[in-house]
């Protein structure tokens, strides 16, 4: 992704949070379980800074997080119009 690209959904996505957020801010911008925020901060697919007890998450890494899994759902789309995911491939929320 282009930088300037970044910046324009910098400016477009999750305007009402600020630049850095906290594991439950994280929760209600993706409509995900506590759960999977930690999994996803230790896995790695989120950058986080452990700060004592509590993590703090850039925007803009949820950004790129949103936009790269946007393209691999994309990417996971087969040519002849066939379901694109199975059912149990997708995790609930809570």
């Known amino acids: 992704m282009k930088k ?3 910046k324009e959904l910098y400016k477009m996505m999750f305007p009402d949070y600020p630049d850095i957020v906290t594991v439950k ?3 209600e911008m993706l409509g995900i ?3 999977l925020a930690y999994d996803l901060i230790n896995d790695g697919e989120l950058q986080a800074i452990k700060i004592g007890t509590s993590f703090k998450i850039p925007k803009v890494s949820v950004i790129h997080y949103v936009t790269e ?3 691999e759902v994309k990417a996971d789309v087969p040519a002849s119009g066939a379901d694109p ?3 149990q491939a997708v995790q609930p929320a809570d």
């Open 4 to 6: 300037s690209e970044l």
């Open 25 to 27: 801010q994280l929760r």
């Open 33 to 35: 379980s506590r759960q």
């Open 69 to 71: 899994e946007q393209k």
């Open 85 to 87: 995911v199975p059912a």
